[in-house]
């Protein structure tokens, strides 16, 4: 069955950095589009990246743009998401999710903490 | 980016009653060439990850009670729980994937009356 499970999440100091991981197996991961999807606490989701099945096709919304790069490793099975120049606004919660129009496949998240 | 708006806030709804909730986008999410409505439907509970109940804006993933339906076109669409259970205390969001970026509504909690 799919799985996905996220980590690298945590508490961090403004300003800092953090890379997010995200294992994938019992598809064939290498065959689909997969985003990053996040929701700060009390808010709603935010669909922040998406990276095509090679790197050719990379989407990021505005309010990451030139923060946060998205990398995937057809070999490993994973997707990454480098995070720099973290702000207390990128507190959320992080999700994997397959896919980059609706995903029925996500993970647990992992939770990463902007806070000095 | 196309805005997606949902309503109510928030609703109580007797066990075994009818929940509705309506999420309307800032522009046609109808790809005319397709006849699609580029619109999905998540439930989500406190600590666990969004599940999807329906693409394709009336579209019912596998696994998910007959009791939810979505239903709309264009820039109007509904989802409805025909006879709401204790386990269907969530919030409900929308989502369009008709233009990147993928945009989701605010969400609409549900909770027993």
């Known amino acids: 069955q799919v799985q996905l499970v996220e980590s690298g999440g945590g508490l961090v100091k403004p300003g800092g950095s953090l890379r997010l991981s995200c294992a994938a197996s019992g598809f064939t991961f290498r065959d689909y589009y997969m985003s990053w999807i996040r929701q700060a606490p009390g808010k709603g989701l935010e669909w922040i990246s998406f990276?095509?099945?090679?790197?050719?096709?990379?989407y990021y919304a505005d309010s990451v743009k030139g923060r946060f790069t998205i990398s995937r490793d057809n070999g490993n099975n994973s997707l990454y998401l480098q995070m720099n120049s973290l702000t207390a606004e990128d507190t959320a919660v992080y999700y994997c999710?397959?896919?980059?129009?609706?995903?029925?496949?996500w993970g647990q998240g992992t939770l990463v903490t902007v806070s000095s | 980016d196309i805005v997606m708006t949902q309503s109510p806030d928030s609703l109580a709804v007797s066990l075994g009653e009818r929940a509705t909730i309506n999420c309307k986008s800032s522009?046609?999410?109808?790809?005319?060439?397709?006849?699609?409505?580029?619109l999905a439907w998540y439930q989500k509970k406190p600590g666990q990850p969004p599940k999807l109940l329906v693409y394709?804006?009336?579209t019912r993933e596998s696994g998910v009670p007959d009791r939810f339906s979505g239903s709309g076109s264009g820039t109007e669409f509904t989802l409805t729980i025909s006879s709401l259970q204790a386990e269907d205390v969530a919030v409900y969001y929308c989502?369009?994937?008709?233009?990147?970026?993928?945009?989701f509504g605010p969400g609409t909690k549900v909770e027993i009356k």
């Open positions: 989502q369009q994937y008709f233009t990147t970026p993928q945009t």
């Open positions: 394709w804006a009336s």
């Open positions: 990276i095509g099945t090679s790197t050719s096709i990379i």
């Open positions: 522009q046609s999410i109808l790809y005319s060439s397709t006849n699609k409505n580029y």
């Open positions: 999710a397959r896919d980059k129009r609706y995903s029925a496949y």
